[in-house]
Each structure stands twice: as structure tokens, then as C-alpha cells.
């Protein structure tokens, strides 16, 4: 091997064991990664620069301003009460009703504000319903990843491999290219989660919901007692009804539940018809080839800014540095590994294991592969260190790399087994009160269905 490999997977075993250690921060450990990289002189300046203004970055930067602009306005919370409202009457096919729109706003819109505004409503209509929460919370994190599947500016983690097949000379996916596998794979999984998931978590709950129908009695009769003392200054707060301060509400960082504002802000028409407006115009743009994704976002976020539907500051404040930047650096280690000629080694190895067996066994391999590293890492490592192998991988073959890139979109994003996988798990573990066991079980058979249809649609929308 030659000093810059040598160098490069150093840096790269080092950075994975931290990342895996938890204890710093996943953007400062990138960084540190990086700036190693230029400083043994594995990658250049320019390739450091190129990383540091990718179109995944700017597109990124851009979608998270204008995500930000249709919170502040208050359209996704005015979006997800008024939903609740109408469902509520319906009972528990309600609350999923209200899932399942969760997790089709996540195709366009980061679904940690999403789940962090929904979560506290399905938690108290739930128990207005006299049903444990735990039966919807995990659900409804795991419906919102599912939808971020479905389109390439659902995930960050989409846009990265998309980046990161570009820089390897791949033409890069169109917005709505990748629809049809990714709404395959969360039909599956939200099917799986209605009829089996719900029901696993139902076997460990009962007890809760025997819990909440005595505190709703206890509840009302506190109530009527309290209206026949005719103490109306000191009203009992019944069950189901919003608590303003309980849980918090806002986004969620990268690895932490700490969140931050109101996010379910007051609903303001002008602001937020605008705002609805810009975005429509960005991903129609980029849906019909007009603009890239990256030149369509920029500008949108720009246009919030001269319109004042946000000041300056307030577009500063929704960039979520911290998530751009562990990108940016997990970029700098992913093209140290192309350029260093590792991916090379690492798919000449696997291609000596599953050659006799075809690109069809080399799909299935790279997805589970691709799984269960997510399971311990960040999407963005994930896909910067599975993305070049994969590309390899394919050309290796002789066929298109495609259905490989698409295979690494889907199982990068696919972390359902721990409540650390993802910050939305993260969320509802803390709220709820999962063990980690409760996400074990409902999680590992749902990353084995979606595998499963996976590897049903890809080869079928993305032939070999």
C-alpha cells in the first residue's frame, strides 16, 4: 500500500471509531478528518474547496431555509392540527391517517420539524382515545424516514450519493427519479408497521392503556368535582389536551433531543402562502429539468430574503451548519478513498467473494452491508464510504452502476433498529418511553421487509 492509502485509512478507521465511540460531536470529527487529509496531502485544496461547495451542500443549505421558512410561518403547524382535527373523529385509523401524511410531507420536507410538531399530538390524542401512545410514536418515526425515500430532496443522504455519483462521473438522478422505488419500499414497510408493528408494540402496552383510561377517570371526576365547588380559576387540564411546555417542540440536532423554540408558531397567511409558493416553483423546476436542484434551492432561499418572508438572520438560523459540515468533511474522507484508490481495493475484494454469483448477489450483499452500517454510523458516513464502492462495484460487473446508487439512497436511510439511528427515533424514545428492545423488535423485521422489497423494485424500475 502507498503512504496516501496507508494515510487515508487511518484517518478513516479513526474517524468511524469515534463516530462509533459517541462521545464528540459527528460535524467536529468529520472536520478534524478532513483537515488531517490536507494536511498529510492525500487530497488537495481543490478537492477540499469542491466538497466544501458541492451542489449537495448548496442544495442542502438552500431546502433547509426554505423548510425553515414554512415552520416559522407556522403553515406546518396550522398543516398538521388541522389534519388532526378532521382525523381525531375517526379514532385509531385517524392517528394513522395522520402518519401517513407525516410521511408523505417527509418526501419533501425534513422530517425532523415534522415529527417533532406531530409527535406531541399523536402522544395526546392517543390518550384521549385511551390508547398507549407507544402504538403510534415509533410508527410515526418510522413512516416519516420511509418517505424521505421517495424523492431525491427527501433525505440529505440522497442528495450526497447523488453528489457523490457525480463526482465519480455518474449523470446525476432527477428529482423524481427514484419515486417509484422508494414508494415500493415505504408502501411495504407502512403495510408491515399497520398490520404487524403496531401489533408487537401492542403486546408490551396494555398495561399503559389500563394507565391511561384510569387517569382519564380520575381526570373527570377531578374535573366535576372541581365545576361543583365552581372552582373555575383552577381548572383540571383533562387528557388529550395540548400542554404547551411538556415536551418542547422545534427541530431536533444531529444525535441530540435538546430542541429548540416554539416551532408550532402562529399561523400567518401571506407569509406562509409564499412561502408554500417558492417551494413549488423550486421543486418543479428541478422536477422538470429546468434548473439543478442545487441553482433551483439557492435561488429560493434567496427570494425569501428579498420578499422578507425571512430576515437574513432568521435564514442563518435554519442553514443547520452542523449537519452541512459533517457532510462536508465525510465528503473530504469519501473522495480520499476514491483518489487514494481504496474504493478500488475494497470492491476487488467483495467482487472475489460474489463474482460466481452475479450483480444481483452483488446488490443484496451491498444493501445489507449498506444496513447494517447505518445502524452504527451517520447517514452521511454511510453514504461517502459505501457510495465510491458501489460505483466500482457495478463497473466491475460491466453494468450500469445505477441500481447500486439507488440501493445505497435506500438502505443509508433505512435505520429503524435502534432509537439512536435516526434523531426522529431519538425523539420518540424519550417521549414515549420505549425500551431499547421495543425498537429491536418492531425495527430489525422492518429493515428485512424493506430490504426485501428493495431488492424486488430496484432491479425492475433500474435494470441492470
Known amino acids: 500500500m502507498t503512504f496516501d492509502q496507508?494515510?487515508?485509512?487511518?484517518?478513516?478507521?479513526?474517524?468511524?471509531?469515534?463516530?462509533?465511540?459517541?462521545?464528540?460531536?459527528?460535524?467536529?470529527?468529520?472536520?478534524?478528518?478532513?483537515?488531517?487529509?490536507?494536511?498529510?496531502?492525500?487530497?488537495?485544496?481543490?478537492?477540499?474547496?469542491?466538497?466544501?461547495?458541492?451542489?449537495?451542500?448548496?442544495?442542502?443549505?438552500?431546502?433547509?431555509?426554505?423548510?425553515?421558512?414554512?415552520?416559522?410561518?407556522?403553515?406546518?403547524?396550522?398543516?398538521?392540527?388541522?389534519?388532526?382535527?378532521?382525523?381525531?373523529?375517526?379514532?385509531?385509523?385517524?392517528?394513522?391517517?395522520?402518519?401517513?401524511?407525516?410521511?408523505?410531507?417527509?418526501?419533501f420536507l425534513n422530517n425532523t420539524p415534522v415529527v417533532v410538531l406531530a409527535a406531541p399530538v399523536v402522544r395526546d390524542v392517543a390518550k384521549s382515545l385511551e390508547l398507549s401512545p407507544k402504538r403510534f410514536l415509533m410508527p410515526l418515526s418510522h413512516v416519516s424516514v420511509l418517505g424521505g425515500l421517495m424523492t431525491l430532496i427527501g433525505t440529505s443522504t440522497n442528495l450526497l450519493v447523488n453528489d457523490m455519483a457525480r463526482n465519480a462521473g455518474q449523470p446525476?438522478?432527477?428529482?423524481?427519479?427514484?419515486?417509484?422505488?422508494?414508494?415500493?419500499?415505504?408502501?411495504?414497510?407502512?403495510?408491515?408497521?399497520?398490520?404487524?408493528?403496531?401489533?408487537?408494540?401492542g403486546?408490551?402496552?396494555?398495561?399503559?392503556?389500563?394507565?391511561?383510561?384510569?387517569?382519564?377517570?380520575?381526570?373527570e371526576a377531578s374535573a366535576a368535582l372541581a365545576s361543583r365547588r365552581r372552582f373555575s380559576l383552577f381548572r383540571l387540564p383533562r387528557i388529550g389536551e395540548a400542554r404547551s411546555n411538556e415536551d418542547g417542540s422545534g427541530d431536533a440536532h444531529l444525535g441530540d433531543v435538546t430542541l429548540f423554540g416554539a416551532a408550532d408558531r402562529p399561523f400567518q397567511l401571506r407569509p406562509a402562502l409564499t412561502a408554500l409558493a417558492i417551494f413549488i416553483v423550486v421543486v418543479a423546476a428541478a422536477g422538470l429539468g429546468l434548473a439543478p436542484i442545487a441553482a433551483s434551492a439557492f435561488a429560493g432561499a434567496?427570494?425569501?430574503?428579498?420578499?422578507?418572508?425571512?430576515?437574513?438572520?432568521?435564514?442563518?438560523?435554519?442553514?443547520?451548519?452542523?449537519?452541512?459540515?459533517?457532510?462536508?468533511?465525510?465528503?473530504?474522507?469519501?473522495?480520499?478513498?476514491?483518489?487514494?484508490?481504496?474504493?478500488?481495493?475494497?470492491?476487488d475484494r467483495l467482487i472475489?467473494?460474489?463474482?460466481?454469483?452475479?450483480?444481483?448477489?452483488?446488490?443484496?450483499?451491498?444493501?445489507?452491508?449498506?444496513?447494517?452500517?447505518?445502524?452504527?454510523?451517520?447517514?452521511?458516513?454511510?453514504?461517502?464510504?459505501?457510495?465510491?464502492?458501489?460505483?466500482?462495484?457495478?463497473?466491475?460487473?460491466?453494468?450500469?452502476?445505477?441500481?447500486?446508487?439507488?440501493?445505497?439512497?435506500?438502505?443509508?436511510?433505512?435505520a429503524f433498529a435502534t432509537p439512536f439511528g435516526y434523531q426522529t427515533n431519538v425523539l420518540v424514545y424519550n417521549m414515549a418511553g420505549y425500551s431499547y428492545l421495543d425498537f429491536v423488535r418492531v425495527g430489525v423485521p422492518l429493515n428485512l421487509v424493506t430490504w426485501a422489497a428493495a431488492m424486488v423494485a430496484i432491479p425492475i424500475f433500474f435494470p441492470f
Open 352 to 414: 472475489d467473494v460474489i463474482r460466481p454469483m452475479g450483480p444481483l448477489a452483488a446488490l443484496i450483499i451491498l444493501y445489507g452491508v449498506t444496513l447494517f452500517a447505518t445502524e452504527l454510523l451517520s447517514n452521511a458516513t454511510v453514504a461517502v464510504l459505501i457510495t465510491p464502492i458501489a460505483v466500482a462495484l457495478a463497473e466491475s460487473f460491466g453494468v450500469d452502476p445505477r441500481p447500486f446508487l439507488v440501493a445505497v439512497m435506500m438502505a443509508a436511510s433505512a
Open 172 to 201: 446525476v438522478f432527477g428529482i423524481f427519479e427514484i419515486t417509484p422505488v422508494g414508494l415500493v419500499i415505504a408502501s411495504a414497510g407502512a403495510v408491515w408497521l399497520y398490520f404487524v408493528g403496531a401489533r408487537q408494540l
Open 203 to 219: 403486546r408490551s402496552v396494555a398495561a399503559d392503556e389500563a394507565e391511561a383510561r384510569r387517569l382519564k377517570a380520575e381526570a
Open 6 to 107: 496507508i494515510a487515508a485509512l487511518v484517518v478513516l478507521v479513526a474517524v468511524v471509531g469515534v463516530l462509533i465511540h459517541g462521545r464528540a460531536r459527528a460535524d467536529v470529527v468529520a472536520l478534524c478528518g478532513a483537515a488531517a487529509l490536507l494536511l498529510l496531502g492525500v487530497v488537495r485544496p481543490v478537492e477540499v474547496q469542491a466538497a466544501f461547495a458541492s451542489p449537495a451542500i448548496i442544495a442542502l443549505a438552500g431546502l433547509f431555509v426554505i423548510a425553515y421558512a414554512i415552520e416559522l410561518t407556522g403553515l406546518l403547524g396550522l398543516m398538521i392540527r388541522q389534519a388532526t382535527r378532521l382525523c381525531a373523529r375517526l379514532g385509531a385509523r385517524g392517528l394513522w391517517l395522520v402518519i401517513g401524511m407525516c410521511g408523505a410531507l417527509g418526501g
Open 302 to 347: 434567496v427570494a425569501l430574503i428579498l420578499l422578507r418572508i425571512l430576515t437574513a438572520d432568521q435564514a442563518y438560523a435554519g442553514l443547520r451548519p452542523d449537519i452541512l459540515l459533517l457532510i462536508a468533511g465525510m465528503v473530504v474522507i469519501g473522495i480520499s478513498i476514491e483518489v487514494t484508490g481504496l474504493a478500488q481495493i475494497g470492491a
